[in-house]
Structures are given as structure tokens and as C-alpha cells.
């Protein structure tokens, strides 16, 4: 399968389905985190857009339109979900997934606590699911957590939406002859991320760790780091070939070529702001040295701006 050809019709359809096209307007990225908080925009959002499958390999099929990319695992034991996206798709979800199968739903992994991830936690559970997380996952989404960027506050989840069971580093699932293996990051997008390898298919999920394409949001209220961004992406790159198909949590399904650029602009743009914190400029200055310049083209047509990401990397370094 070529990984590439959905490219435009996934950008496209992406940027829609996280509220960054709504009714024809294009919402800055200061727009997004200002006043108004962006949680309630991709929720809007993702009550309208549509849900799109892509099949990979090895009965593992990706579908785009809630929020983070959501992989589905089909086989004789039945339907595994990577992430359950935002709980007003519920119904397209559910319609998406009878398309690939009629399987019953019995698993679902949780690569991080964020809403665009987790928010359908509870329908999937209540649908036959167990959910499997990162034990810090079933910390954040048990309590009340504040994102100063996002200008939101997250109430817990329901118990139905908690996962049951949760690890510390590792763990595998036997489940559809696979050997499914789960691994923590050391804290990098949240402090709560994993990523989830089937290794019969040689497809690698990793969650918000990689934004392809785009540059990430760091979510420094949950111990997210950019050092750890880029340990994740190293790490990431180490335990794949580029045989891999690697699953972002946002942007197109991609390969190892794509995601060491992505490691690349991360490393550049690091020393790029931290050289200019280093001699004194503030946070002001070092935005409008534009210290992002050579990546914004690339990068900076998402959520992110180049002078957004210069303040998530300020502080960092």
C-alpha cells in the first residue's frame, strides 16, 4: 500500500475534523488559544465531520475525523480500537467500524489522557471494550486537570470511562494471534503517553509523540517536555525500519523518512530559541527573531503557528 496517496485528502479532511475549518473561515492559531478555548471548537467540529477509514495491512484499518487518529484491529477474537476520539462521533465511528467488520469490540488502548483521544471512553466501554492505558493515563482522566494553553479544565471521566487495566512500561495482549505490545515513553506529549507496535503487521502507533508534518502541542500541565519529544521520536526511529508503517497521532498515516524531519525541525528549533534565550531576549524578542522561519512552510499550517511553537519551546530550554 502506498502510505502517500491519501496525503492531500487526509490534510485536508484533518484540518476540518479539529475545528481549524469551520463554515469557510480559517482560525488563527492566536484565535485558537485565546479567549475562546479550542477544546470546544474540535468538539463543534467533530459533531459534523465525517468519519474516513483507511485500510492498511494485516486487518489494521485507520479512521480519521475525531480527533487523533484511531486504529482498528479486526480479527477471529474481534475488534481492537487505538484510541476512542471524541464522543459526539460515537455513531459515525460505530457505522465506520460495522463497515469494516461485525466483529464485537473487545479492546480498547488509551495512548494518552487527552479529550481528542480518550473522550469515547466511556460509549467503547459500555459497546464490550476493556480499556488498557499507561497508569498515568487513569490518573489524569480521574481528576480534574486545568490546560493553561487550551484555556479548558477537564472534568474526571465517568468509572466506565477509566481504564481497568493499566502498566508501568511495558505490556502485551495476546489478541488476534498478535502479540500487541505496549510501551511507555518517558514523559514527552503528556506524561501519560505510549505507543501500541503490531508486530505481524509491522505497523507502530505513536500517539501525539509524532505530529506529522505539523508541529506538536507540548502540554506542559501534564509533564510534557520538549527533550521529550524528541527522546520519543529517537526512540521511535531505534525500534523501526522503514518497512514500518507509523501511525501519527495527528496528520497522515507516515513512514520513518517523514518522521525523522519531524525529529529533525525539533532538534533545529530548539537551538535556534535556545541560543537566542541564552543571550538575554525575551520571550517577546525571540518570537519576532522568528526562530521557526525555515520550518513554517512545512509546519506551521495546523494548529501551531511558528510563533506558538516559539513559546512552547521557550520554555522548555
Request: include cysteine; aromatic fraction near 10%.
Amino acid at each position: 500500500m502506498d502510505i502517500h496517496q491519501k496525503d492531500t485528502v487526509t490534510r485536508g479532511h484533518f484540518l476540518r475534523s479539529v475545528g481549524i475549518l469551520t463554515a469557510g473561515i480559517m482560525f488563527a492559531p492566536r484565535e485558537m488559544f485565546g479567549q475562546t478555548s479550542p477544546v470546544n471548537t474540535i468538539i463543534a467540529a467533530a459533531a459534523k465531520d465525517p468519519i474516513t477509514v483507511q485500510a492498511l495491512r494485516g486487518n489494521i484499518h485507520v479512521l480519521e475525523g475525531s480527533g487523533g487518529n484511531i486504529a482498528v484491529f479486526n480479527g477471529p477474537d474481534g475488534m481492537l480500537m487505538v484510541d476512542a476520539g471524541i464522543s459526539v462521533s460515537q455513531k459515525k465511528i460505530e457505522s465506520a467500524m460495522a463497515g469494516i467488520s461485525a466483529a464485537p469490540l473487545k479492546y480498547l488502548i488509551n495512548t494518552h489522557w487527552h479529550f481528542d483521544h480518550a473522550d469515547g471512553n466511556e460509549w467503547v466501554h459500555n459497546a464490550g471494550a476493556t480499556i488498557i492505558a499507561h497508569e498515568n493515563t487513569k490518573e489524569n482522566l480521574s481528576k480534574s486537570i486545568r490546560v493553561k494553553d487550551w484555556n479548558y479544565t477537564f472534568k474526571p471521566h465517568t468509572k466506565a470511562g477509566l481504564p481497568t487495566v493499566v502498566f508501568q512500561n511495558e505490556h502485551t495482549l495476546k489478541f488476534n494471534g498478535s502479540q500487541i505490545q505496549m510501551q511507555y515513553y518517558p514523559p514527552a506529549h503528556t506524561d501519560s503517553d505510549i505507543s501500541v507496535y503490531f508486530p505481524e503487521a509491522d505497523v507502530l502507533h505513536v500517539a501525539d509523540t509524532w505530529w506529522n508534518s505539523y508541529y506538536p502541542f507540548i502540554d506542559h500541565d501534564s509533564g510534557g517536555t520538549l527533550n521529550g519529544m524528541i527522546s520519543a521520536c529517537d526512540h521511535n526511529l531505534k525500534v523501526t525500519t522503514d518497512k514500518t508503517i507509523i501511525i501519527p497521532g495527528h496528520g497522515a498515516v507516515g513512514n520513518r523518512t517523514q518522521l525523522r524531519e519531524f525529529r529533525d525541525m525539533l532538534l533545529s528549533i530548539r537551538e535556534n530559541v535556545s541560543k537566542l534565550k541564552k543571550a538575554g531576549r525575551s520571550l517577546k524578542d525571540t518570537i519576532a527573531a522568528k526562530p521557526t522561519k525555515a520550518f513554517d512552510a512545512r509546519f506551521g499550517n495546523f494548529v501551531l503557528d511558528g510563533a506558538f511553537f516559539t513559546k512552547l519551546v521557550y520554555a522548555d530550554v
